[in-house]
């Protein structure tokens, strides 16, 4: 009983982890078709941005989430007025143009604050662990999964429930006609990579404490992102919720019973067999494109 | 235009390309600048193995350089079973399974003995991963960006698996200390000119075999399918049989480029798996021009000849990455079609205004060529 609660701890510690990192890539693939490679280091300028405003200022993992937010929206912003903009209707070249940001990015960070490990404080509040079944667990990864889930729920209140959702909604399924009816499509769209970047700043903040920060540290959370977005299919965010689960408990299952490499290397297989026979996903919704 | 002469004159530029990089050891008597350009040339081989599967089927690989690592490291086992073993006995075991308690070969090592059979590996290996993962893939209809994210995963964890298993490839070190290449009685030493020979030749019989696919009508097919799949499809055709079949051979190629690559280095590493290189090979072949087998190699000559020059400063070396992201990013912004296309546009403006009075017929056929492909 007691392992098989520490073991379902595990995996939803790396779902909630997981579910973090891709969100805010579902939401920018979801509604403007961009697959941002960057996404990577827009979690790695997170988790430097929590390093910098901890060292630099003495502020506080908690205190730092919100302008953490706010310097990577406004970073997304910037990028997609420059870039993305002009590549709406380029698809596979969106991949290479975020791509190369990336790779600007991990590069200024490695000139700029050096390519040695950093360390991020946990907040000290949180530092101490719960017992849930006979099982402990780390207040701070229980606060990590209550966190991704309130953000998951405001997203999807604002997706669903507020007037810029309904403008994306509409964007999504026709953006001409959208257009045609007033909706400022390029707008909507540069707040969406906004607001998906900010989302990868936090997802990296709230790691950093939990895993040793490197300019290279984007590249293992974007792939995994990625997997969990090609399995729940782009068009649902409960889909994202729900891969991210499935995911976080497989990943913790089998590295349990093997290794973290061995593990993500038998979840890398069964997704690429999985996309044979549902190549749209597990959960995508049932629209007509 | 006349659509033989465009293709002979093609092909004549195909050649000199090839004659040109088999004189370059004729005016040059430096072991460590053939080495160097060896390397390069390994690298052109790469983009066009990309610029096969990417420009003419529309299928981005973010992954090439997986498929280069397996071949490198089917080389690498053999050329380590080649060297007399320092710490072991008799039985031959490579020196880092010793230090890893590792007390038999492994299955998977034994027929790397020999070394045809290493040859043969090297390609084959490879094809039959891009196989394998292409029947997945296409047989399941991912197109465009999800293909490449698949791509650039499987990279990743085939990189981290090699990394994990230390006791039979080395890990983090590679296969390092190898025996010299061997064939049929010629040694090829790494910095000598045979070696850049035999990798001239590799490249332009590469060049030249992709240049023939291309042209074929599994060529065509394949460009249409790039074009525009569905209508491929609904004339009947087996698009992703087509599909499975250029990325295999794209892969067969990298894997080529791999094993050359080991030879010219002396060595296999996990980091020849990595996304770095994977990511140079896509920047090669858009600087290049991804529609143009040549240009896609011009591209990793320029860059990785540039990239050499400038690494010899220490301020270039830190930033190079900084600067090689922000050209691609302009590339991909304002040159879609890379160098090649660029020398394109300009023969184009040129013959039209040498001829300013016959009217350009084979501009709205370009300009609706880009629309299909923006609607895609």
């Given at each position: 009983m007691e392992l098989v609660v520490s073991q379902l701890l595990t995996g939803l510690s790396i779902a909630s982890i997981l579910m973090l990192v891709a969100l805010g890539l579902a939401v920018i693939y979801g509604v403007t078709g961009v697959i941002n490679l960057a996404h990577g280091e827009f979690v790695m300028l997170g988790a430097y941005c929590a390093w910098f405003l901890q060292t630099e200022f003495g502020l506080g993992l908690i205190a730092s989430l919100v302008p953490i937010f706010i310097v990577l929206a406004l970073f997304g912003w910037i990028i997609e007025a420059l870039v993305i903009r002009h590549l709406y209707n380029r698809p596979l070249d969106t991949i290479l143009a975020t791509w190369g940001i990336g790779v600007m990015a991990q590069q200024a960070v490695r000139l700029m604050a050096g390519g040695e490990l950093r360390y991020v404080e946990m907040p000290a509040a949180l530092s101490s662990s719960v017992n849930i079944f006979g099982a402990t667990e780390s207040a701070y990864r229980l606060f990590i999964l209550g966190l991704a889930l309130s953000l998951f729920a405001l997203t999807w209140y604002i997706y669903r429930h507020t007037a810029f959702g309904l403008k994306l909604r509409a964007?999504?399924?026709?953006?001409?006609?959208?257009?045609?009816?007033?909706?400022?499509?390029?707008?909507?769209?540069?707040?969406?990579?906004?607001?998906?970047?900010?989302?990868?700043?936090?997802?990296?903040?709230?790691?950093?404490?939990?895993?040793?920060?490197?300019?290279?540290?984007?590249?293992?959370?974007?792939?995994?992102?990625?997997?969990?977005?090609?399995?729940?299919?782009?068009?649902?965010?409960?889909?994202?919720?729900?891969s991210s689960g499935i995911l976080g408990e497989l990943s913790g299952f089998l590295a349990f019973h093997s290794n973290d490499t061995i593990a993500k290397a038998l979840v890398l297989l069964a997704i690429v067999i999985l996309i044979r026979f549902r190549p749209q996903g597990l959960f995508a919704a049932r629209v007509r494109t | 235009m006349n659509l033989t002469g465009k293709s002979a004159q093609q092909t004549l530029l195909y050649g000199a390309f090839c004659v040109a990089i088999l004189l370059v050891p004729l005016f040059l008597d430096d072991a460590f600048l053939l080495n160097k350009y060896s390397r390069y040339l390994v690298f052109a081989m790469l983009a066009v193995a990309l610029s096969l599967s990417w420009g003419y089927a529309g299928i981005l690989n973010l992954g090439q350089a997986t498929t280069f690592g397996l071949g490198s490291y089917c080389m690498a086992m053999a050329l380590k079973l080649g060297t007399v073993p320092v710490h072991t006995g008799s039985d031959g075991l490579p020196d880092f399974m010793v230090w890893n308690n590792v007390t038999e070969l492994p299955w998977f090592w034994a027929p790397f003995h020999s070394m045809a059979f290493a040859l043969m590996a090297g390609i084959l290996v490879p094809a039959a991963f891009a196989a394998l993962l292409g029947w997945f893939m296409f047989r399941g209809r991912i197109t465009g960006v999800y293909a490449a994210i698949i791509t650039l995963a499987a990279m990743v964890v085939v990189n981290l698996v090699i990394i994990d298993q230390q006791r039979f490839t080395g890990?983090?070190?590679?296969?390092?200390?190898?025996?010299?290449?061997?064939?049929?009685?010629?040694?090829f030493d790494a910095y000598s000119s045979s070696t850049y020979y035999l990798v001239a030749f590799c490249l332009s019989a590469v060049l030249l075999l992709s240049l023939a696919i291309t042209r074929s009508?599994?060529?065509?097919?394949l460009q249409a399918i790039r074009d525009q799949e569905d209508r491929v499809r609904f004339f009947g055709y087996d698009v992703a049989l087509y599909k499975i079949f250029v990325f295999a051979v794209s892969a067969g190629i990298a894997g080529l480029a791999g094993m050359l690559y080991t030879i010219v280095m002396e060595f296999a590493s996990p980091t020849f798996l990595g996304v770095p290189?994977?990511?140079?090979?896509?920047?090669?072949?858009?600087?290049?021009?991804?529609?143009?087998?040549?240009?896609?190699?011009?591209?990793?000559?320029?860059?990785?000849?540039?990239?050499?020059?400038?690494?010899?400063?220490?301020?270039?070396?830190?930033?190079?990455?900084?600067?090689?992201?922000?050209?691609?990013?302009?590339?991909?912004?304002?040159?879609?079609?890379?160098?090649?296309?660029a020398f394109e546009m300009l023969a184009a403006l040129f013959l039209r205004r040498s001829a300013a009075k016959v009217p350009s017929v084979s501009q709205p056929a370009g300009e609706a060529i880009t629309h299909g492909e923006g609607a895609s």
């Open positions: 964007i999504t399924q026709n953006r001409d006609i959208a257009s045609s009816f007033g909706i400022n499509s390029g707008r909507v769209y540069r707040a969406t990579f906004a607001y998906g970047a900010g989302i990868a700043g936090l997802a990296g903040a709230l790691v950093s404490p939990l895993k040793s920060v490197s300019p290279e540290m984007g590249t293992t959370y974007v792939v995994d992102a990625f997997m969990v977005v090609v399995l729940g299919g782009t068009q649902s965010l409960f889909g994202t919720v729900a | 890990g983090f070190n590679g296969i390092t200390d190898l025996a010299q290449f061997e064939v049929a009685g010629l040694a009508k599994t060529g065509m097919i290189l994977s990511l140079s090979v896509v920047i090669w072949v858009a600087v290049g021009g991804r529609q143009s087998l040549l240009g896609a190699a011009i591209g990793a000559l320029i860059v990785t000849g540039v990239q050499g020059a400038l690494s010899e400063s220490e301020t270039f070396l830190e930033s190079w990455m900084l600067i090689m992201g922000g050209l691609f990013v302009l590339v991909v912004l304002f040159l879609p079609k890379g160098i090649a296309g």
